[in-house]
């Protein structure tokens, strides 16, 4: 199953590629893919340890290359996330598009490829699907996008080159210094390394994958590819994207060097509490709904690292919960952004005004609008909030005043979607000017179902966090393991045995 999930879709683009099926196979081999990840979660076993799903032949055995997939609860979200979100990107697309099976072709071959990704559990394999990413979207940046559409794209393509070279050159790191030499997740150990090797890998790995989610300060590509990409692109990036970069921190990152992790883990906090800052006091700043937005994620990602850096079985479940609801959340607001933008012509904040006018406005898209900027800000009811809360719960005892930071981030969150709701929705319209075209129940259907989405994780959270949770408290344990060693190599205490203690509560602080 794991195989159909990246075979059908890249197959799929390159039927469209020559021109055949159009929109309707799209959307079906879009379903498809989702209709794979519900089956998948029909038949995960929650109880069973390790991977599932497994399955590896050698493809190039010199160069230590192999077909290597596998699937645990973390990855199976991510590969739902993806499931949905590509077939929401279709379903926005507008049906006279120019240029349609290309479109759709570069579509599901991103699909497939990010897929690839999230199963992969050789580290040259993922690196290969992590590559291979990047073509489609180039195309979709540069082919559909705004004005300035080229200039973002080569921006975008030039910081993934340098996340590339980080990231091979980690990868190569480990393979060299580790014993055994091998690019398996599974047979890498990291123990050989010096204590230096280790955190400069991991450094590598943290520049790598900071440019992907992104992280200040290698975020600067973000408001422009974001700002001049059509909407099913920004949803993908935005959804998708970034999710690469927090999963390959938790996977090769946080997995692989616990011990690096834990020295480093109260600088990590700190640049997690100055991005939420920083994205939420520039998102305030700009005119540009489409930008604030494009913003608002940076704060969202400093939530992740937050929750990472802690890593206590509820900070880290609440962080890979937050890369679901951040991408439900995102989807929802570029969809409704990209309807308003249709509709009346300009994103402006100066220009909106009295979008929920029931009779002349878009009542139905400023009604979700208002719930999107609410579940963005945390709100309780919403998935926002179940993230933000687990995130905060479990940091705050290592790390209380970055925490507080971010909290406070929250707050600034909802000045900003305050002003965008306030400048579109409400107010007057224009009686000379505001005729604006009605909303199709097509275009309707995206929206509706991210809103139902976020509205039911809000209210039955466990049907969301229940997945992440084994790989959370694994993951967590390791690093308080690591913790104690290094405490008690310092001759702080004497080294003491974990088994059975919660690494949730720890009687040292990081701060």
């Known amino acids: 199953m794991l195989s159909a999930l990246i075979v059908l879709p890249i197959l799929g683009s390159l039927l469209l590629f020559l021109g055949l099926g159009g929109r309707k196979l799209a959307v079906a081999l879009a379903g498809i893919l989702l209709g794979i990840s519900l089956l998948l979660f029909a038949n995960f076993d929650l109880q069973a340890e390790g991977l599932q799903w497994v399955q590896r032949w050698d493809w190039i055995p010199a160069i230590g290359l192999s077909y290597s997939l596998g699937l645990d609860g973390f990855s199976l979200l991510m590969v739902a996330l993806n499931g949905l979100l590509t077939l929401i990107a279709v379903l926005t697309a507008e049906p006279e ?23 992969a559990q050789n580290l040259l394999l993922f690196f290969l699907f992590y590559e291979l990413v990047l073509i489609p979207i180039y195309l979709l940046i540069s082919i559909w996008g705004s004005p300035k559409r080229d200039y973002a794209a080569i921006k975008f393509l030039i910081y993934t080159a340098v996340s590339a070279i980080f990231l091979l050159g980690a990868f190569l790191a480990i393979y060299w210094l580790g014993d055994p030499h091998s690019f398996e997740l599974l047979e ?50 935005g959804g998708i994207l970034s999710k690469l970069g927090t999963y390959g921190l938790f996977r090769f990152g946080l997995q692989l060097f616990p011990q690096a992790w834990a020295d480093l883990g109260g600088i990590l906090a700190w640049w997690g509490a100055i991005a939420v800052l920083s994205g939420a006091l520039a998102a305030i700043a700009q005119k540009d709904i489409k930008r604030m937005v494009a913003y608002s994620s940076i704060g969202h990602m400093g939530y992740i690292l937050l929750g990472m850096a802690a890593a206590t079985p509820i900070s880290l479940t609440g962080a890979m919960v937050q890369m679901v609801s951040h991408g439900l959340i995102l989807a929802l607001l570029f969809d409704l952004v990209g309807l308003v933008e249709r509709k009346v012509g300009t994103r402006d904040l100066d220009v909106l005004n009295g979008l929920l006018n029931p009779l002349r ?51 600034l969150t909802a000045v900003y979607f305050v002003i965008l709701l306030n400048r579109t929705c409400f107010g007057k319209l224009d009686n000379r000017t505001a005729y604006y075209p009605r909303v199709h129940g097509w275009e309707r259907i995206p929206g509706l179902i991210l809103t139902a989405l976020i509205v039911w994780f809000g209210i039955q959270p ?30 702080d205490l004497a080294p003491i045995t974990l088994s059975g203690a919660d690494p949730g509560k720890r009687e040292t602080s990081r701060n």
């Open 97 to 119: 598009v120019k240029r349609p099976n290309l479109l759709y072709g570069c579509i599901l071959f991103m699909s497939g490829s990010v897929n690839g990704a999230f199963v």
């Open 188 to 237: 890498i150990r990291i123990t050989s390394l010096s204590p230096v090797a280790q955190t400069l890998t991991l450094l590598a790995l943290i520049v790598a994958f900071g440019i992907k989610m992104p992280l200040i300060p290698f975020h600067t590509w973000l408001p422009d590819a974001y700002g001049e990409s059509s909407p099913p692109v920004a949803i993908l990036l």
């Open 361 to 411: 406005g878009l009542p139905t898209v400023s009604a979700l609008l208002i719930l999107g900027g609410m579940a963005s800000a945390g709100i309780p009811g919403l998935v926002g909030f179940v993230a933000e809360f687990l995130i905060f719960q479990g940091s705050y005892q290592d790390f209380p005043l970055p925490t507080l930071i971010s909290i406070c981030g929250t707050g």
């Open 462 to 491: 466990m049907n969301l966090v229940k997945w992440p949770q084994p790989l959370a408290f694994t993951l967590s344990t390791q690093v308080a393991q690591a913790q104690t060693l290094i405490l008690a190599s310092a001759g």
